[in-house]
């Protein structure tokens, strides 16, 4: 299994920015297909955005299209998810995760992962 560690989240106003880091500790992030979840109080788990270890391709929810996008920086071993434009309803726990052998976004957005973070709590309010 991979530690995740996820920071960035806060308090931010509706139409603001955050952005969020996945960092991880003893392994090369870019090894791993890396997706963002969210888990709002009373509804189900989201999975927002992935990238694939593959190709780069990336995926996301059609809640965020537009609005997210998620990226790496190899040198600093991190993937952000880039959240403009935000809305309350993006108000949840946010957090990163993968599987130590499989690559497939589709199949990891679908809950197939092995390691998550705890997660950062992101709140969209006035």
């Known amino acids: 299994q991979v530690q995740l560690v996820e920071s960035g989240g806060g308090l931010v106003q509706p139409g603001g920015s955050l952005r969020l880091s996945c960092a991880a500790a003893?392994?090369?992030?870019?090894?791993?297909?890396i997706a963002w979840f969210r888990q709002a109080p009373g509804k189900e788990r989201e999975g927002v955005s992935c990238?694939?270890?593959?190709?780069?391709?990336?995926r996301y929810a059609e809640s965020v299209k537009g609005r997210f996008t998620i990226s790496r920086d190899n040198a600093k071993n991190t993937v952000y998810l880039q959240m403009d434009s935000l809305r309350p309803e993006d108000t949840a726990i946010y957090y990163c995760?993968?599987?130590?052998?499989?690559?497939?976004?589709?199949?990891?957005?679908?809950?197939?992962?092995?390691?998550r973070g705890q997660g950062t709590q992101v709140t969209v309010s006035s």
């Open positions: 990238v694939n270890k593959n190709d780069g391709g990336t």
């Open positions: 003893g392994v090369t992030l870019n090894s791993y297909t």
């Open positions: 995760a993968t599987d130590s052998v499989l690559s497939s976004c589709t199949t990891i957005l679908a809950g197939g992962y092995d390691s």
